[in-house]
């Protein structure tokens, strides 16, 4: 398994000239990323007027922010050049300010910031590092609660309204004495279209990014790793599915907790601006069928790799 990217030096994350013909292999990748992003956008409706609009604007948007030259401002004839959106369009999406729905959607809701610190923070952690239960109101100072918990990260809403939305969920459970339990197995936004729009967005984002960086020879890569082996039955793909749930609910749990110590080490610090994701996915499939129709049909023959 490579552990490095081709070291080709060019500038970090910035890939070829930018008018100059982008490579075969790179153009037939992007064709294969962009076949399970379509059957999405088409199975929620989204034509590709709409998408063309908002390819547009993005086209418009990272030109502007990632391709200017040093000490140079960007005018309107570049980014048409780099882009080759028409210089008029060019000129009505500058500068245009997201929507209020955009900036709401760009940040993780107070439930995951909640449940995040719940996984992740030495208070709300037992002794073997799972997450403790947890009263609902502390009955002694200093007492790990649920309104501790919550009115921690905010005080803009009440943890009474938060908690019945995780029960509704699913991701909280409460005991027969009245504790509350994180169900560690349901963290995961089910049924919520805005929190499964939301994750979908920044994980991808996130992903594409790093491997965008490691196409382009940035260096050092960043961590994109994937095993693949085919040649297996459904019930063996069960089989694996739940294991990786596992190793990688375990992985992620651990690398949270050290994140949440680093993070309160470094509140108040000028330099406290970077953020950091580490992503898990399985996907499986029948032989030859296109990424994004998982189906639990039987496959044959046969072959196993790790690659990047």
């Given at each position: 398994?490579?552990?490095?990217?081709?070291?080709?030096?060019?500038?970090?994350?910035?890939g070829p000239?930018?008018?100059?013909?982008?490579?075969?292999?790179?153009?037939?990748?992007?064709r294969?990323?962009?076949?399970?992003?379509?059957r999405?956008?088409?199975g929620?409706?989204?034509p590709?007027?709409?998408l063309?609009?908002?390819?547009?604007?993005?086209?418009v948007?990272?030109?502007?922010?990632?391709f200017a030259?040093p000490?140079?401002?960007?005018?309107?004839?570049?980014i048409?050049?780099?882009?080759?959106?028409?210089?008029k369009?060019?000129s009505q999406?500058?500068?245009?300010?997201?929507?209020a729905?955009?900036?709401a959607?760009?940040?993780?809701?107070l439930?995951?910031?909640?449940?995040g610190?719940?996984?992740?923070h030495?208070d709300?952690r037992?002794?073997?590092?799972?997450?403790?239960?947890?009263?609902?109101?502390?009955?002694?100072?200093?007492e790990?609660?649920?309104?501790t918990?919550?009115?921690?990260?905010s005080?803009?809403i009440?943890p009474?309204?938060?908690l019945?939305e995780?029960?509704?969920?699913?991701?909280?459970?409460?005991?027969?004495?009245?504790?509350?339990?994180?169900?560690v197995?349901?963290h995961?936004?089910?049924?919520d279209?805005?929190?499964?729009?939301?994750?979908?967005?920044?994980n991808?984002?996130?992903?594409?990014?790093?491997?965008?960086?490691n196409?382009?020879?940035?260096?050092p890569?960043?961590?994109?790793?994937a095993?693949?082996?085919?040649?297996?039955?459904a019930e063996?793909?069960?089989?694996?599915?739940i294991?990786?749930?596992?190793?990688?609910?375990?992985?992620?749990?651990?690398?949270?907790?050290?994140?949440?110590?680093?993070?309160?080490?470094?509140?108040?610090?000028?330099?406290?601006?970077?953020r950091?994701?580490?992503?898990?996915y399985?996907?499986?499939?029948p032989?030859?069928k296109?990424?994004?129709?998982?189906?639990?049909?039987?496959?044959?023959?046969?072959?196993?790799?790790?690659a990047?």
């Amino acid at each position: 398994m490579p552990t490095r990217s081709p070291d080709r030096r060019p500038p970090a994350g910035s890939g070829p000239a930018p008018l100059a013909a982008p490579p075969p292999a790179v153009v037939t990748a992007m064709r294969r990323v962009l076949r399970p992003l379509v059957r999405a956008l088409i199975g929620f409706g989204i034509p590709w007027p709409m998408l063309s609009g908002l390819v547009k604007a993005v086209y418009v948007e990272v030109a502007e922010r990632d391709f200017a030259l040093p000490d140079k401002p960007m005018s309107d004839s570049r980014i048409t050049l780099l882009t080759g959106v028409h210089r008029k369009d060019v000129s009505q999406l500058r500068g245009k300010a997201p929507s209020a729905d955009a900036v709401a959607a760009s940040s993780p809701s107070l439930g995951a910031q909640v449940l995040g610190r719940w996984l992740g923070h030495d208070d709300y952690r037992d002794a073997d590092g799972r997450p403790r239960p947890l009263p609902r109101v502390a009955a002694a100072e200093g007492e790990p609660a649920f309104e501790t918990l919550v009115t921690g990260i905010s005080k803009d809403i009440r943890p009474r309204a938060l908690l019945d939305e995780l029960l509704h969920a699913g991701l909280v459970a409460e005991r027969a004495d009245g504790r509350l339990d994180l169900v560690v197995s349901a963290h995961l936004p089910r049924g919520d279209i805005d929190k499964l729009a939301y994750y979908f967005g920044r994980n991808l984002a996130d992903h594409i990014a790093a491997a965008g960086h490691n196409l382009a020879g940035g260096a050092p890569p960043f961590l994109e790793r994937a095993m693949f082996h085919d040649g297996l039955t459904a019930e063996s793909v069960a089989t694996l599915r739940i294991e990786a749930e596992r190793a990688g609910m375990d992985a992620l749990v651990h690398l949270n907790r050290i994140a949440m110590e680093l993070a309160d080490r470094d509140a108040g610090k000028d330099a406290a601006h970077h953020r950091f994701t580490a992503g898990l996915y399985a996907y499986s499939a029948p032989d030859g069928k296109p990424a994004g129709k998982p189906d639990a049909a039987p496959a044959s023959g046969g072959s196993g790799e790790a690659a990047p």
